[in-house]
């Protein structure tokens, strides 16, 4: 694609390229926070080609939760059940998708807000309990909720020009990267 100057299809294969690397994770459960939005903006990325830009993506990822440890694939799932649910109803305006994280001193916050169709409280709580097709809301829910008492995923209050937010709530722990050393490799 290069090679004949087609940028556009070697940008999708190289977002698409990030996608599954980052979903992937090697095989871990979880991974920081960083190579979370790293995955949900190549989703987010891959949707807007899809859907000829139909809608518009905001970040606001404070610095400092970055290197905090999240569940490994909890993103992608709200993003895309907000897109195909919410946003793809919506024929009068452009669409909005809005990422946020913030942290306090016991908890990480990851919130994600559209402005399409309001998800209702009795359709969210039907999501996470459905036996039938979809399961991505229950599946992170499920591996949310199993984290502690303390850690959920719930519809809040929107930001105002949004009309539905998902909230999850973990337990801050910062990713550290442990490094031993022996005689062989010292400086």
């Known amino acids: 694609a290069i090679k004949s100057g087609n940028t556009e299809i070697s940008e999708v294969v190289t977002t698409l390229s990030k996608f599954y690397r980052t979903a992937l994770n090697h095989g871990e459960i979880e991974s920081r926070l960083e190579d979370e939005i790293v995955n949900v903006e190549s989703y987010i990325q891959l949707q807007q080609k899809m859907h000829s830009d139909t809608f518009t993506a905001e970040y606001n990822i404070s610095e400092e939760t970055k290197d905090f440890i999240v569940p490994t694939f909890i993103l992608q799932p709200i993003a895309e059940n907000a897109i195909e649910h919410s946003i793809d109803t ?42 039938m097709k979809s399961y991505g809301l229950k599946n992170v829910y499920a591996r949310i909720t199993a984290l502690g008492d303390d850690c959920y995923m719930k519809l809040v209050t929107p930001p105002d020009d949004y009309t539905t937010s998902i909230q999850i709530r973990l337990i801050c722990r910062q990713f550290t990267a442990s490094v031993s050393f022996n005689e062989s490799n010292q400086i």
């Open 90 to 131: 919506i024929r009068d305006h452009t669409g909005k998708l809005l990422i946020q994280s913030a942290i306090d001193e016991n908890y990480l916050y990851i919130t994600i807000s559209n402005d399409g169709t309001p998800f209702k409280e009795e359709d969210f709580h039907h999501a996470l309990n459905q036996t």
